[in-house]
């Protein structure tokens, strides 16, 4: 049985940083990709950032609207990934999900991910 468990999430304030963590329980964690998405109030979940899987040396896949902001990165001896996310705006406001992919390779199309956490609610204030 797959279980995802987030956390991190909080109140921060506009351009300052704060990292959600998503533990992985079961097996095989090392072997599919992992996603993060968010949901606003209001707005249909949306893609945030992928990373493959370790024999994709980690190859990881970002939304315009994070990139050079936000960093996905994974710790497969602890079953755990992270987005690490930096210069935080208003718009990041909302409910973070972790994901868990069909496959080694990340995609941003929610549809391909199969196991979800219940969220973590990270809020930027202005």
């Known amino acids: 049985q797959v279980q995802l468990v987030e956390s991190g999430g909080g109140l921060v304030q506009a351009g300052g940083s704060l990292r959600v963590s998503c533990a992985h329980s079961?097996?095989?964690?090392?072997?599919?990709?992992m996603g993060w998405f968010r949901q606003a109030p209001g707005k249909e979940r949306e893609f945030v950032a992928a990373i493959s899987w370790v024999f994709s040396k980690g190859a990881a896949l970002y939304a315009d609207s994070v990139k050079g902001r936000f960093t996905i990165s994974r710790d497969n001896a602890k079953n755990t990934v992270y987005l690490q996310m930096n210069s935080l705006k208003p718009e990041d406001t909302g409910v973070y999900y972790c994901a868990r992919h069909r496959s080694g390779i990340g995609t941003k199309n929610l549809d391909h991910y199969n196991y979800w956490g219940q969220g973590t609610q990270v809020t930027v204030s202005s």
């Open positions: 079961g097996r095989a964690f090392s072997t599919y990709a």
